[in-house]
């Protein structure tokens, strides 16, 4: 038997043994402590081991891959034979490499075992103190867990990474009910590489319970208008992985996105500034490093507005042409701004503040439709009700480029990173209940 | 695999699931003639469930010796003890089921395709794109063969194996369209291996043209207005709208959390012209996308009617919601890959077909939308579904007009479907179908096509 750390230098040399020029092989162990609960009570404790050995190989500029979740020898050959075998059956492709050697690394973060009492006591005192505090609250598939990530990375030219990551998760999915009434479901994902203490005083939780609660009586629109929109943390993350796969690598190469030749350019208002960070306390479920080994530096994305990097990994840095900028996922920052989230609504005169957004994936053009969950409406100022049936349309290009403010505010400890409040104007919102709001 | 379980036959704790599982993937992508993706996975192990003090404890390893086998067991009991510390108040036994025990291969008696084929299959369908259509700014493939291996041991006696695959190729053409992006894309395939799905690559090639001249409608298309509109929904159209519409919110966790669905049971929620059922196998006419004969508890699965004829039936149980609601288990528990616990999916979801005729449901509507193709969707507790529409027509004056762009389209179902005022004859299943509710599940879906009222997010 393989010891882990063995595992790597045996894949690349049996690759090189069966014939492969180039090789390279990630393998990730991951261990999971999570405690789950429901409107009721505690319901599951799940824990487990996963394995994934994945292993590309290049014979002949031709590509093949696999995934097991096998380290033994046998199984590593088997695996090998059959990725080498299918190398034979595809064209040839010049950007085919492995990146070359430099120095090994090791990257640690957070805790190796789970903090077991505090999970449980955590999420315990959560259930108990949530009937209390938020009475009209129902919980679905909550769960407060420890992950522990540890990938081994090599490739044939010599590289060799590791990083050993722990961090704790609370995924909380819920709605609110009174008698009949009852609102749209809510989700929320705090990471931390630390126990996460009451999870009630999570401020993306606090803010997301009370919002639900108020929302127990919701109103369509009076009438469908075009006007401003406030994107939460959470819708803001949400269209934000748009505008980021927009400017991959991928897109670039499919040239199917309107920033192909904007690099440099302005594509947004002044106010937004995105940046890309590694791994960290701050952005625990950051990559240190990519898919092909290139290591994570922090990205200036956009600045000010200005397009200052595609992200585009080893792979298309070579299919393209192009500097390599970044070969994983960063943890994304969307800068905070100058305005309170209060001076944000004070400063719409009809609008929006979106706390989730579900519809149909944005397509290339960046054009999106759907409909504004756990919202409200605005108007000269001031938030009247929250929302219900309510539409939104529009297209993401415009939209940034039409930033009336960004917070001060700014949430993190979110799955993706860090996200303000953004307000925008522009987006055409309806609703079929709405007075006048048929068939405009 | 299923050998495997001989040993534990009889010797499971008390309130204990053994479950083997390997998820076997193979897939191909292929953008603008580089192959961008050529990869097998194969990923599995063994996990055992046990119930104690109404809770459950849950243990899975990617090994199946006898030693991991023997440690899972134990390691579950331990998770479940813990809740000795920390009662949930909920029931510990569940009701007694019926043990089943079988064998569902479906790669029994089938050829097994090798690589070579199927990627010189892609090659000759990408090869066919980029002669006829080079225009296109993207043309994409995908192949996607995901089958699900499971063996599974109760201590209460069922004992099953089953193999489910289901094979997909999704082609996706873009082209510009003065500063614009038009996108679209079909799947073909569906239930089984590439040799029950796919033979010569030519005989697909008239549903490449057929999507290239959709495409080009697109184009030239226009965008929706934004408001409530009477729309026919294509049979394409109508597996999403079961699975979001209705089906989320009739799983019973979701009703037990608080989902409207909690406030209507055996009332009416949509007109009589709706039927929507949840069946296990493949469904009564054997053809939907997948195939569920007993679910990841043990459950023979029974096909049940959520609504009939207008009026909200059922709900979608494991042994724990059933208990709660004090009626039988229906089959609907599952679990995605050997390390995630079973929870309750939906299977086979659709809706009965009526008696119209698809034209002369266009031919009534004056002003509205015949929405064709869909894309990704979601629900909503509240039962405010919404899914995208990648293609359609208007509808004026009961003849179709120009092509739409994208749009999304959605409606609180209790209400919408009591504005069903006709279903049509046909019976379409989605060929994909892939839903995601803490874990990712393969599901089917399918329907007639529906005139309804319901609301479009577009332009103003």
Not at chain 1, 219 to 244: A, N, Q, Y
Not at chain 1, 364 to 391: H, Q, V
Request: aromatic fraction near 8%; proline fraction near 4%; charge should be negative.
């Amino acid at each position: 038997m393989l010891d882990k750390s063995e595992i790597i230098d045996y894949t690349i040399q049996q690759a090189s043994a069966l014939g492969a020029d180039m090789c390279q092989a990630r393998l990730v162990y991951n261990n999971k402590y999570e405690l789950n609960a429901d409107n009721r009570a505690l319901t599951l404790l799940r824990t487990y081991d996963t394995v994934n050995l994945n292993v590309t190989v290049i014979k002949n500029k031709r590509k093949g891959s696999l995934t097991i979740g096998k380290t033994d020898r046998e199984s590593i050959n088997e695996g090998l034979k059959t990725a080498i075998a299918n190398t034979e059956h595809v064209p040839e492709d010049s950007a085919l490499d492995v990146m070359p050697k430099r120095e090994a690394e090791h990257y640690t973060n957070g805790d190796s075992i789970p903090d077991r009492e505090a999970i449980f006591s955590e999420l315990q005192v959560f259930v108990k103190d949530l009937r209390q505090e938020y009475p009209r609250i129902r919980l679905s598939t909550t769960n407060n867990s420890f992950s522990r990530e540890q990938l081994w990375f090599g490739n044939s030219n010599g590289l060799r990474l590791t990083s050993d990551n722990g961090m704790y998760l609370f995924i909380l999915t819920f709605m609110a009910k009174e008698n009949l009434k009852a609102t749209s479901f809510n989700f929320s994902v705090t990471i931390n590489p630390k126990p996460l203490g009451r999870l009630l005083n999570l401020e993306q939780v606090q803010r997301n319970l009370y919002n639900s609660e108020r929302s127990i009586d919701p109103k369509p629109i009076p009438e469908s208008f075009t006007g401003d929109l406030i994107f939460s943390p959470e819708s803001c993350e949400d269209f934000m992985e748009t505008i980021l796969n927009s400017i991959s690598g991928n897109a670039l190469f499919s040239k199917n996105t309107p920033y192909l030749d904007k690099l440099g350019e302005v594509i947004a208002s002044p106010e937004l500034t995105i940046v890309g960070h590694p791994a960290s306390d701050e952005f625990p479920a950051a990559d240190h490093f990519g898919a092909y080994g290139a290591k994570i530096e922090k990205l200036p994305i956009i600045t000010k507005g200005r397009l200052d990097n595609h992200l585009i990994s080893y792979y298309f840095s070579k299919k393209l042409n192009k500097p390599l900028t970044c070969d994983g996922s960063p943890g994304i920052e969307v800068k905070p701004g100058h305005l309170s989230l209060e001076e944000l609504i004070s400063n719409v005169e009809r609008g929006v503040l979106l706390g989730r957004f579900s519809g149909g994936n944005p397509n290339a053009n960046l054009d999106f439709s759907g409909i504004a969950k756990n919202s409200f409406y605005i108007e000269k100022g001031k938030i009247k009700n929250a929302l219900t049936e309510t539409m939104i349309a529009g297209n993401i290009q415009s939209l940034i480029k039409s930033i009336k403010g960004i917070s001060i505010e700014q949430t993190g400890q979110m799955s993706s990173g860090k996200f303000p409040f953004i307000a925008c104007t522009g987006v055409d919102i309806s609703s079929g209940r709405s007075s006048a709001g048929a068939n405009i | 695999m299923y050998h495997l379980l001989n040993p534990y036959e009889n010797l499971l704790p008390q309130n204990t699931d053994l479950r083997l599982q390997k998820n076997h993937t193979h897939s191909i992508t292929i953008v603008n003639g580089n192959v961008m993706a050529n990869a097998h996975s194969e990923q599995g192990g063994v996990s055992a469930r046990v119930r104690r003090f109404g809770a459950y404890g849950f243990n899975a390893v990617p090994d199946f010796s006898e030693t991991a086998i023997k440690s899972v067991i134990s390691q579950a009991e331990e998770n479940a003890n813990q809740f000795e510390q920390f009662p949930t108040g909920l029931t510990q036994q569940l009701p007694s089921v019926e043990p089943v025990q079988g064998i569902w291969d479906y790669r029994e008696g089938k050829v097994i395709i090798e690589d070579s084929r199927i990627i010189q299959f892609m090659l000759t369908l990408d090869k066919y794109i980029a002669d006829k259509y080079p225009d296109l700014i993207k043309r994409a493939l995908n192949y996607n063969s995901m089958s699900l291996e499971k063996a599974l041991l109760t201590s209460f006696g069922t004992k099953v194996f089953q193999y489910i695959p289901r094979t997909l190729i999704v082609i996706e053409l873009a082209v510009k369209h003065q500063e614009d992006f038009v996108n679209l894309y079909n799947v073909a395939g569906g239930f089984g291996l590439f040799v029950d799905n796919f033979d010569q690559p030519e005989a697909h090639f008239e549903m490449i043209d057929k999507l290239y001249l959709q495409l080009q409608e697109k184009a030239k298309g226009v965008y929706c207005r934004g408001g409530e509109f009477e729309v026919i929904l294509d049979s394409e159209l109508a597996g999403i709208l079961a699975h979001e519409a209705i089906g989320h919110t009739t799983e019973a966790d979701l009703v037990i959390m608080g989902s409207v669905s909690a406030d209507f049971m055996h009332q009416k929620v949509a007109s009589d012209l709706i039927t929507l059922k949840d069946h296990g196998q493949r469904s009564s006419d054997g053809k939907s996308s997948t195939a569920v004969h007993v679910d990841d508890e043990g459950v023979k699965c029974r096909d049940i009617t959520i609504i009939d004829r207008g009026v909200l039936n059922n709900y979608m149980h494991d042994r724990e919601s059933a208990q709660y609601y004090n009626t039988l288990p229906t089959g609907n528990s599952r679990a995605w890959s050997f390390s995630d616990e079973p929870i309750i999916r939906m299977r086979s979801t659709f809706i009965e077909p009526g008696t119209s005729k698809l034209e002369e449901m266009i031919s009534q509507v004056d002003d509205g939308y015949y929405f064709c193709k869909p894309s990704n969707g979601q629900a909503d507790s509240t039962s405010e579904f919404m899914f995208g529409v990648i293609f359609g027509y208007e509808i004026k004056g009961g003849k179709l007009g120009s092509a739409i762009r994208d749009t999304t389209i959605s409606g609180v179902a209790f209400d919408m479907l009591k504005t069903v005022s006709a279903v049509s004859d046909d019976m379409v299943w989605t060929k994909g179908g892939l839903c995601g509710k803490k874990q990712p599940m393969i599901v089917g879906m399918g329907g007639p096509a529906i005139r309804c009222r319901i609301n479009v997010g577009g332009r103003l």
